[in-house]
């Protein structure tokens, strides 16, 4: 991956590191771009609340990103662009190629700020005395400067950093765990139950969500991209669902773990540093914190390449072998953009997260129909603008409630976003004929 400095330069290695990578580097990148605060934070939460019921959604987690990788990672390395709206472009024309990247755009900056907010509440139990706004800059300085210079080998450098680093502290954490017990003073007698109780219909819409998601999904899109074959790509998104879903299991349990331990904290989100807190020495907690702060940076850094990627290469529709320089500037921009957000915005950390991924999927019915079916119903943007407006309106109505915003979803949105598709394919296929006729 070693390349000249004014090979970094160029647009398919600063966005698509060269469209050379390795299956080690790509597992270790797709693992990271996934595991991220919120979703770590999630993760000790539901455990905490559910007990083993938890870990279904470490299945969910492995589940939906293998579906993906079994339906799409070969189809989008064939399609072998910069971004994933460059199909729209392709098969659909560059209006449709520009909204969906102006849908696609948005929520991914607010998704990225959902990662700033999970830091804030891993800190807030942790250090408590040090003032959030600035450890929100800290963090997107280090983003802006670790990886503006060279996009994606950057990325993907800290990537395997992350990876290996997490690996560590899981295997510390468990053999501590294994051979300690937390001090009797700590101990309280039960655990409070909130509203994160899960069900079956929240997780198979949080399966039909990811899925839909991953599929679609810019960061995702991205990394296959950048593989150095086909082969590798469909290899490396088989073999890294497997490992976030036992990444999120050991999260899960932990959560489990500290069941016995913690009754009622106030705030369920703060679960994760609180047991670390009276869990483990401070060594350990200090190695966690590193490691999670990595967590943060890389996820971060890899939704801010993804939307580089949508603008330079889509919007501003940069080549192969053009200047990546502009792409300094989008960063310092999205810098900016995230850090009023996640001060500014963000309460929940999952209720925007499970919103912004809502609105992220949307695009994934026309994606479907191309790769499978060989069809190009422009009908179908009906259901994706339907999905997008009716997403919209759930999320208002049903407030800061990730499990109701989820269970409206897909009781409501999604059915109603098929209607729209089928109708409206109909009635194309009949104006087809006619004009056919004629």
């Avoid at 597992?27 to 595991?35: A, D, F, G, R, S």
């Avoid at 870990?55 to 390395?77: C, G, N, R, Y």
């Avoid at 082969?231 to 497997?242: E, G, H, P, T």
């Avoid at 940069?318 to 953009?337: A, P």
Wanted: glycine share 6%; aromatic share 16%; net charge positive.
């Amino acid at each position: 991956m070693d390349i000249s400095k004014n090979e970094y330069l160029k647009q398919k290695n600063y966005i698509v590191a060269g469209r050379k990578t390795n299956l080690t580097p790509l597992i270790c990148t797709l693992v990271m771009t996934e595991i991220n605060p919120m979703s770590v934070i999630a993760m000790t939460t539901i455990g905490w609340v559910n007990g083993f019921n938890g870990l279904w959604m470490a299945f969910v987690a492995f589940l939906s990103p293998m579906i993906a990788a079994l339906t799409t990672s070969k189809k989008w390395k064939a399609f072998n662009q910069s971004c994933v709206t460059q199909f729209f472009d392709v098969y659909y024309g560059r209006l449709f190629g520009n909204i969906v990247r102006t849908i696609v755009i948005i929520p991914l900056c607010l998704l990225s700020s959902t990662y700033i907010k999970g830091l804030l509440i891993y800190s807030d139990q942790l250090f408590p005395k040090f003032p959030g706004w600035i450890l929100i800059l800290l963090i997107l300085g280090i983003c802006f400067l670790f990886t503006f210079r060279k996009g994606l080998y950057s990325i993907i450098r800290m990537d395997i950093l992350g990876f290996f680093l997490i690996l560590l502290s899981l295997i510390l954490g468990f053999l501590f765990l294994n051979a300690h017990s937390i001090d009797s003073n700590d101990v309280k007698s039960n655990y409070k139950l909130s509203n994160m109780n899960l069900t079956l219909f929240f997780l198979i819409g949080l399966f039909v969500l990811q899925t839909m998601m991953y599929s679609v999904s810019p960061w995702w899109g991205q990394k296959i991209f950048s593989a150095k074959k086909e082969k590798i790509a469909y290899l490396s998104s088989i073999i890294s669902s497997f490992i976030i879903g036992l990444m999120y299991a050991a999260f899960v349990l932990f959560g489990i773990y500290l069941q016995s331990y913690v009754s009622d904290i106030g705030d369920n989100q703060s679960i994760l540093p609180f047991g670390l807190l009276i869990t483990f020495p401070k060594i350990l907690i200090l190695l966690f914190t590193a490691t999670f702060f990595l967590i943060a940076t890389t996820t971060i850094c890899g939704v801010w390449s993804s939307i580089c990627g949508l603008v330079t290469s889509g919007y501003l529709k940069l080549s192969d072998n053009e200047s990546s320089k502009i792409n300094y500037f989008i960063y310092l921009c999205l810098s900016v953009i995230v850090f009023l957000i996640a001060t500014l915005c963000i309460e929940n950390v999952l209720t925007y997260a499970v919103f912004s991924v809502s609105i992220i999927a949307s695009p994934y019915i026309p994606v479907i129909l191309f790769f499978f079916f060989k069809k190009i119903y422009y009908s179908a943007f009906i259901s994706v603008f339907a999905l997008v407006i009716s997403s919209i309106i759930t999320f208002i109505y049903t407030g800061d409630n990730d499990l109701n915003y989820l269970s409206f979803w897909t009781l409501f949105d999604l059915p109603l976003s098929l209607c729209f598709l089928f109708v409206s394919i109909l009635i194309e296929i009949k104006i087809n004929k006619k004009s056919q006729s004629n």
